[in-house]
Nanobody, 126 residues
Framework: QVQLVESGGGLVQAGGSLRLSCAAS????????MGWFRQAPGKERDLVAA????????YYADSVKGRFTLSRDNAKNTVYLQMNSLKPEDTAVYYC???????????????????WGQGTQVTVSP
């Protein structure tokens, strides 16, 4: 079992930055691949970025490449999503997700992830 708690969301102007954190409970955090999804009102939940259990591999959606950076600290049971050059279209609720490590370390289908945080709101004003 893994419990996930996101933090770091808020209101920021376009061009600004935010860093989201996802703190995980449990001693087996390093055995989980992690992902960040986002969901805007009336839209589907989309994968933004993912990171393998070791941190060696990362995936980014095209819409955030070059602007977002995902990292993890297994000693602190935490993953970080650094978001720079934010745009109004980045406005959404951001969710952290975890799934036991497999050959493929990321899935665009949210149902592939076993554990979810409660979400944190990110609002980017024009």
């Amino acid at each position: 079992q893994v419990q996930l708690v996101e933090s770091g969301g808020g209101l920021v102007q376009a061009g600004g930055s935010l860093r989201l954190s996802c703190a995980a409970s449990g001693r087996t955090f390093s055995t989980y691949d992690m992902g960040w999804f986002r969901q805007a009102p009336g839209k589907e939940r989309d994968l933004v970025a993912a990171i393998s259990w070791s941190g060696a591999r990362t995936y980014y959606a095209d819409s955030v490449k070059g602007r977002f950076t995902l990292s993890r600290d297994n000693a602190k049971n935490t993953v970080y999503l650094q978001m720079n050059s934010l745009k109004p279209e980045d406005t959404a609720v951001y969710y952290c997700a975890a799934e036991p490590r497999r050959t493929t370390y990321y899935y665009t289908d949210p149902t592939e992830y076993d554990y979810w945080g409660q979400g944190t709101q990110v609002t980017v004003s024009p």
